[in-house]
């Protein structure tokens, strides 16, 4: 087994960059300054960056001959207040890098970096920074503008690091690995009244109560339970006053699954539930429901890849097959080529049951070991390595 660790210099830059970054974080499409500090780096690197949907930023690094590969990071932060005492922590009121984007970011810095140092002979690899994760639209937009254009990448690589994992561990996991994520809002309407006299009036909180209850039966009855599905309803408004019935009641919350097969069942289901569910207690209800993510599904050639790629570095006992509902908008990319989605863990606490206790990922005391970030480094550029190298054997 390999050490994975950087030498000491690159090491030193990557967390110095990932802490300037922390210090400095913008909000999805307002990542100006992350963007001309990546753009900079990158153009002193010697390569030629272009700026691709409003604050993202695109590089290539190797021979113009062979195919490309894709790398990508995202840069941006969260509307949270940040709660660590961490001598780096976000100099920026309200907003946090609560995810782990700047480390993203400084990672495939380092990883630019190497490739310059030593680059590919054969083939490229393109450098994807990419705006508004958080936001859901980010990827969309760069594929919009072209950034799996001229050519297509072969493959696509991209790394999370999770803060509730042990740091030296690795996630990675074929096929349906995070959530889709859905936005739903439902407005019901009865007729308001009298508290005292409910049969004169029709109660929208009664239906919306029924409602919310319903839902739970699109996971348990109407979906394959071998399907991970769930519905959370995180808002309920209705009313003014104690004896009062309200004319509406409005409720918004999330569908999510790891399946295309759900996914694609789920807005049928929910437009029968729903009218249905109001309609036993005399209202009427507008669904709307907003698609943000599909499922992310990553692709088993490539996963293979990571897999290989990453037992160079540990032991198969710290390679796991991690999955979650969570979203993350790589989905996109994975929809139009072939790539892999992988998890490398940065918990502090040395055993899985332990880092489970860790703050979660968009809480204001998130925190990273930074220890854990060369093995970003290094899966992801082995694999884009490890890509290119298979091209030119198939040509030679
Ligand atoms: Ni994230």
């Not at 990672?107 to 002979?121: I, T």
């Not at 859901?136 to 760069?142: Q, V």
Request: charged share 25%.
């Amino acid at each position: 087994m390999v050490s994975w660790r950087l030498p000491e210099e690159e090491r030193n830059e990557l967390i110095s960059f990932r802490r300037e970054l922390h210090q400095h974080p913008e909000l999805s499409w307002q990542e100006f300054e992350t963007s001309r500090r990546v753009f900079e780096r990158l153009e002193a690197l010697g390569l030629t960056p272009r700026r691709m949907a409003k604050t993202g930023v695109v590089a290539e690094v190797g021979s113009q001959e062979g195919p490309v590969v894709a790398l990508r990071a995202d840069l941006d932060a969260l509307p949270i207040q940040e709660a660590t005492d961490l001598p780096f922590a976000s100099e920026h009121q309200g907003v946090m890098h609560a995810c782990g984007h700047d480390a993203h970011t400084a990672c495939l810095m380092v990883v630019a970096k190497r490739l310059v140092a030593n680059p590919p002979s054969y083939g490229r690899v393109r450098l994807i920074f990419q705006p508004a994760e958080e936001d859901t639209d980010g990827a969309d937009m760069m594929i919009r503008e072209g950034v799996l254009a001229d050519p297509e990448p072969i493959a696509i690589y991209g790394a999370h690091v999770w803060s509730q994992m042990p740091s030296g561990y690795v996630g990675v996991n074929a096929g349906p690995t995070m959530g889709s994520v859905d936005h739903l809002e439902i407005e019901i309407t009865g007729r308001g009244g009298h508290g005292a006299v409910p049969h004169t009036a029709i109660d929208p909180i009664v239906a919306g109560a029924n409602l919310v209850m319903s839902l739970q039966t699109l996971v348990s009855r109407r979906i394959d339970p071998m399907h991970s599905v769930v519905v959370s309803i995180g808002q309920f408004e209705a009313g003014t006053a104690f004896n009062v019935i309200p004319e509406t009641a409005k409720l918004t919350g999330t569908v999510r699954t790891l399946e295309r097969e759900a996914w694609e069942q789920i807005p049928a289901l929910l437009e029968t539930i729903v009218h249905q569910a109001v309609a036993a207690h005399g209202c009427e209800a507008k669904l709307t429901l907003t698609r943000s993510l599909r499922p992310l599904i990553n692709h088993e050639r490539e996963t293979e890849v990571v897999r290989k790629v990453a037992q160079a570095y540990l032991p198969d006992e710290r390679i796991l097959p991690t999955k979650m509902l969570a979203g993350e908008d790589f989905s996109a990319f994975l929809e139009q080529i072939p790539g892999c989605f992988f998890f490398v863990g940065s918990a502090f606490e040395k055993s899985e049951a332990d880092a489970m206790k860790a703050a979660p990922h968009h809480n204001p005391r998130f925190m990273l070991d930074e220890e854990s970030f060369d093995l970003v480094v290094r899966i992801l550029e082995d694999s884009a390595r490890y890509e290119l190298n298979e091209a030119h054997k198939a040509v030679l």
